[in-house]
T-cell receptor
Framework: AQKVTQAQTEISVVEKEDVTLDCVYE???????LFWYKQPPSGELVFLIR??????QNEISGRYSWNFQKSTSSFNFTITASQVVDSAVYFC??????????????FGKGTMLLVSP | NAGVTQTPKFRILKIGQSMTLQCTQD?????MYWYRQDPGMGLKLIYY???????DKGEVPNGYNVSRSTTEDFPLRLELAAPSQTSVYFC?????????????FGPGTRLTVT
């Protein structure tokens, strides 16, 4: 069965600190995709990144970076020099292709990040 | 750029009442999804659809029904509402037939059953 674990329920940092959000997943699929979504206090879900299981290159986008390690089934997300606007709940998600050939997402429980001035 | 729209934004139901949560997307996406989000529990998939006339159950389908008569619309029906259905409901759509691309989410509907 698919499973996504975000062990950190809540993280509090002070502005300009670096912070890493952990994501560990379980799957029997050989091909899968991993995602990170952001949910700010306004409630909408914002797509941040997608990574497929064959691409273990780390990715950097501005202050955001992602570290995908297939050997440890982890897809961690780091925010460098955090800002108050980064305060949100962050979800890691894993795709699964069922017998029907169609795919769905399994979400972790989320990590709430609080960045104080 | 409407994207995915959901109505209503808020609703209070009494136990046993029924209602339909509306979801419409204007991006011509084949895939559409309904999730519920309970506090501290992430999102759980209720139902999904891969095209007009084709729907399938997700992880938590009990107490809900869906239909997909057009590409644009994917309503979620609650029959005999129960307090356990108090949650925030999100509709999403995706352009391809595999979850290789992002899902676009609506703003959510906050439902309270009392």
């Amino acid at each position: 069965a698919q499973k996504v674990t975000q062990a950190q329920t809540e993280i509090s940092v002070v502005e300009k600190e670096d912070v890493t959000l952990d994501c560990v997943y379980e799957t029997r699929d050989t091909t899968y995709y991993l995602f990170w979504y952001k949910q700010p206090p306004s409630g909408e879900l914002v797509f941040l990144i997608r990574r497929n299981s064959f691409d273990e290159q780390n990715e950097i986008s501005g202050r955001y970076s992602w570290n995908f390690q297939k050997s440890t089934s982890s897809f961690n997300f780091t925010i460098t020099a955090s800002q108050v606007v980064d305060s949100a709940v962050y979800f890691c998600a894993l795709s699964h292709t069922g017998f029907s050939g169609y795919s769905t997402l399994t979400f972790g429980k989320g990590t709430m990040l609080l960045v104080s001035p | 750029n409407a994207g995915v729209t959901q109505t209503p934004k808020f609703r209070i139901l009494k136990i046993g009442q029924s209602m339909t949560l509306q979801c419409t997307q204007d991006m011509n996406h084949n895939y559409m999804y309904w999730y519920r989000q309970d506090p501290g529990m992430g999102l759980k998939l209720i139902y999904y659809s891969v095209g007009a006339g084709i729907t399938d159950k997700g992880e938590v389908p009990n107490g809900y029904n869906v239909s997909r008569s057009t590409t644009e619309d994917f309503p979620l029906r609650l029959e005999l509402a129960a307090p356990s259905q108090t949650s925030v409901y999100f509709c999403a759509s995706s352009p391809f037939d595999r979850v290789t691309y992002e899902q676009y989410f609506g703003p959510g509907t906050r439902l309270t059953v009392t």
